[in-house]
């Protein structure tokens, strides 16, 4: 059984227009990650939620929100979508840092090209 | 700023033989996690060493880590052309911070 799913797994669209992308853990994790990964490779951490409340918000433009309406969905919408925001994302949870930072799994990536 | 720094950025060996990757990193660590990455696919979890550890084994995995000189070293040993994939690895800060930052990986090809 799948532990991240993240949907679509592809999504392309033009410039200006607004998307989610849904991410859903069945792992029992109280934690859970967005993360950018851009065409280098480097990925870089966007928000966390532990147990739906908002612990990380890195320096994202306000047009990207999360929203967790439980602790196993964290779902990313995209606002006024930009060029420079095409990338693939991940969801990505963990059990809570508590003394320390867990190992976390990932989602199997949603690549959003903005055309 | 980004955290860890592996070396190579790319790595080509033959199968069979062995693969050393190194990440370094520039603050003190609470643990630092390897992490794989195959090609069109999420982040997969290796092996997680804290910072009282020095040397960790999973199958034909190997983690070193030196606090002194802020690296990390993950061995592969008898690769596989399975093993192809990009190693990342993670800095997780002191007790307190809550996230991992990931260095920008090495390309690790297996020829057969």
């Known amino acids: 059984d799948t532990a991240v799913s993240q949907t679509p797994k592809y999504l392309v669209t033009q410039m200006g227009n607004d998307k989610s992308i849904k991410c859903e853990q069945n792992?029992?994790?109280?934690?859970m990650y967005w993360y950018k990964q851009d065409s280098k490779k480097f990925l870089k951490i966007m928000f966390s939620y532990n147990n739906k409340e908002l612990i990380i918000n890195e320096t994202v433009p306000n047009r990207f929100s999360p929203k967790s309406p439980d602790k196993a969905h964290l779902n990313l919408h995209i606002n006024s979508l930009e060029l420079g925001d095409s990338a693939v994302y991940f969801c990505?949870?963990?059990?809570?840092?508590?003394?320390?930072?867990?190992?976390?799994?990932f989602g199997p990536g949603t690549r959003l090209t903005v055309l | 700023s980004q955290q860890g720094e592996e070396d190579p950025q790319a790595l080509s060996i033959q199968e069979g033989e062995n693969a050393t990757m190194n990440c370094s990193y520039k603050t003190s660590i609470n643990n630092l996690q390897w992490y794989r990455q195959n090609s069109g696919r999420g982040l997969v979890h290796l092996i997680l060493?804290?910072?009282?550890?020095r040397e960790k084994h999973s199958g034909r995995l190997r983690v070193t880590l030196d606090t002194s000189k802020k690296s990390s070293s993950l061995l592969i040993t008898a690769s596989r052309a399975a093993d192809t994939a990009s190693y990342f690895c993670?800095?997780?800060?002191?007790?307190?911070?809550?996230?991992?930052?990931f260095g920008q990986g090495t390309r690790l090809t297996i020829n057969p």
């Open positions: 060493i804290r910072s009282n550890e």
């Open positions: 993670a800095t997780a800060p002191p007790q307190g911070a809550q996230k991992l930052v």
């Open positions: 792992l029992g994790h109280d934690t």
């Open positions: 990505a949870s963990s059990r809570s840092p508590g003394q320390g930072m867990w190992e976390q799994f």
